[in-house]
């Protein structure tokens, strides 16, 4: 008897924990209940993450290629939020000879993740959001806990959201009329970001406290979505890390070319061509996802360039209220929120530490290059003299001690993302509404490097690649089989506290480095108002200094006159200059 009088007190006991621990867990949003689950940060803090909650609508069927819309909502359910959601379908691109498609269309899904706090207390404090968006050229990768978790940044007390978008055919097809304007993926971005003012309050979180942030052709999007008028009084700081709209392969397509695309895509889909594109759009509803996720491929022409076939696009048609980007947006960009960027030391080492590993490919760039470049840096539409006169002046510029090595790095690393971002921040400073920008140079020799990934050979260092920067804001080295046995340093967990730190700080008061009267690792961090730029050096100068954050002036001026002054001469800049 005794026995049993415990035993149902145990029971009632449990049964009464579990419920306070639902509770805890339990939000209620505009669509319904959710419940989430308890997870760590690295430092054993408990976090609250709701994982897969829908921001729209299943983009499938007669949605297909459409801007999304709300999702259906669950009243009289509870939303189980523990799974991480689908990813969005895709092919991986940057891993060569692999052709497979994974992920699914219904994929518009996204995580939240929280402190441990009690919004019912009265008087408890907002927090401030951080909001992200993953990069993977529009074309691949996904918002994941497993790559993108709370497990760094919500050490500090600030709200995490990320999410997927559409990607590749299905994010950026374009007819370029009202029958498939294009730009899916970045209406799928406003619309996460519309679903954030409608909710995050109901998790703790500051509406009008929002940062964006991202990463590649994740920065691109928040520099993008700063420039859209529509979507402007959704935040109110941008983080832009190696990437933003003036990159070479971030800007719109000329007119006519995504057309050209989708027609020819609808030729391989067996879709009518000739006809209206409304019956070429029909027919391209009613293909499988995978098969058309897959056909992207088919637009690279070398290795895996143009690296965005279906990208950003000027829109002159549909509903005005669901456009994107639009012809006033080139005309004159907007930079009246306050801006951290910047880029890493040896950007494009995670393509030419493959390269150079690749004995077919090196044997291209050696024999085919006056071919190549032009497709990689984008002015193969070019007459014929005109672009023999830019390859001249590249090859002059960079290779006159050979056409390998690390001047290949540097001529990829210029042309794809350096000459983007000072371009980018030349047009800022001399604006008339800008508001605070701080530059940083990201360069640390750390365990481990991306040029690993992308095919370099692990016992070389070659520099601070492409995605090295997010080492220290992500636990995203448990995500890559290439990092399982990798151990980071002391130095990479200062580096680690100090990145996180930075960054939320910008997050919650528009500069990196406000209160320095506390001890802290941190230094002053100005922001850059002219050229020859302030900038903040972050990282061990690829293991040459024993100081990881230090003010440093005139970033990459020499390089990046000699790109801006030939984007000026032969037109290949869209975005105009702000006189």
Known sequence: MKLLLLFIVLLNFYSFCESRLTENLKVGINDGQIIGRHMLTITGKDVRSFLGIPYAAPPVG???FKAPRKPTPWFNDVLKAHNEPPVCSQTNIFDRGVEQVFGQEDCLYLNVYTPKINVSDEGFQKLPVMVWFHGGGWTEFHSGHSVYGPGYLLDHDIILVTGNYRLGTLGFLSTEDEQCPGNFGFKDQRMMLEWVQENIEKF????????IFGESAGGA????????PKSQKLFHRVIAQSGNMMNVWSEPLRTGLANERATKLADMMDCPCTSTTKEMIECLRKVPANKITAAVRNFMIWDYDPVIPFGAVVENCGPEEERFIVESNLDKPSFNIPLLTGVNSEEMIFKTAGILSNQKLSNDILQKWETIFPITFHYDHLPEHQIKEINTAVYDFYFKSGLLGGNL??????????NGFIDYLHQRLKS??????YVYLFSHKGSISFSEVFGGDPEKYYGTSHLDDLLYLFPIRNAFPHFYNSIP???DERLRKIMTSLWVNFAKTGNPTPDLSKKTDLSSWSPATKFPLDYMRIGNENGNSDKLLEMKKDLFAKNTQ???KLREKYGLRLWKNED
């Open 432 to 437: 008339n509404n800008q508001d605070n920008t």
């Open 221 to 228: 999007i928040v520099t993008l979505l700063m420039n859209t």
């Open 204 to 211: 703790g979180g500051d509406k009008d406290s929002v940062t």
């Open 409 to 418: 790095t540097t001529l990829w690393s210029d042309g794809w993302f350096v």
């Open 562 to 564: 000699f790109w801006i």
């Open 489 to 491: 340093t002391v130095e």
């Open 62 to 64: 007669e949605l297909r």
